[in-house]
């Protein structure tokens, strides 16, 4: 990857709005981006099939950048494998979110995981019987605020 060093110089003579709006959305790449992407390829691909790869760090420090460029490339290099197989999941993302409380809500956590799961043959794994946790019409998982979190993790 490359980036460039300057901004371009026609953006002096546009109104503050356009150069607003240029800074707003310029995101600068982490100098070392292209290592820890590199590094973090390696890892995936000398990983079991049920490794889970955590990503942590300080805030702005391109986190988000390296998972969004991972995944791209988790897609693009299994997309023999998904025209073959569209029910297969190449990826699931999941931001371990702790609260302002700066506590853990596994709950939350769960819940988290379900949607970015998003199976496709999950109505023929939930048992129903379990109130609260449905697909509605349009086929989206739905979880209501009382399900307990014991048949969460069932779910999951």
Same mark, same amino acid.
């Given at each position: 990857?490359?980036?460039?060093?300057?901004?371009?110089?026609?953006?002096?003579?546009?109104?503050?709005?356009?150069?607003?709006?240029?800074?707003?959305?310029?995101?600068?790449?982490?100098?070392?981006?292209?290592?820890?992407?590199?590094?973090?390829?390696?890892?995936?691909?000398?990983?079991?099939?049920?490794?889970? $790869?955590?990503?942590?760090?300080?805030?702005?420090?391109?986190?988000?950048?390296?998972?969004?460029? +991972? &995944?791209?490339?988790? *897609? !693009?290099?299994?997309?023999?494998?998904?025209?073959?197989?569209?029910?297969?999941?190449?990826?699931?993302?999941?931001?371990?979110?702790?609260?302002?409380?700066?506590?853990?809500?596994?709950?939350?956590?769960?819940?988290?995981?379900?949607?970015?799961?998003?199976?496709?043959?999950?109505?023929?794994? $939930?048992?129903?019987?379990?109130?609260?946790?449905?697909?509605?019409?349009?086929?989206?998982?739905? +979880? &209501?605020?009382?399900? *307990? !979190?014991?048949?969460?993790?069932?779910?999951?």
């Amino acid at each position: 990857m490359s980036y460039p060093q300057q901004f371009p110089a026609s953006l002096l003579t546009q109104s503050q709005a356009e150069r607003l709006a240029y800074f707003d959305n310029y995101t600068m790449a982490h100098p070392r981006l292209d290592e820890a992407v590199n590094l973090l390829k390696l890892l995936v691909n000398e990983s079991g099939e049920s490794r889970v $790869i955590f990503i942590y760090g300080p805030t702005g420090v391109g986190k988000t950048t390296l998972r969004l460029l +991972i &995944e791209k490339w988790l *897609i !693009e290099s299994m997309l023999p494998e998904l025209e073959a197989d569209p029910g297969r999941l190449p990826v699931a993302s999941v931001e371990a979110v702790v609260q302002k409380s700066g506590l853990f809500n596994s709950k939350d956590h769960i819940k988290r995981c379900l949607f970015a799961l998003n199976e496709p043959l999950i109505d023929q794994k $939930i048992d129903y019987g379990t109130r609260g946790i449905y697909q509605n019409n349009n086929g989206q998982v739905v +979880i &209501e605020p009382k399900v *307990i !979190e014991t048949d969460l993790g069932w779910a999951l």
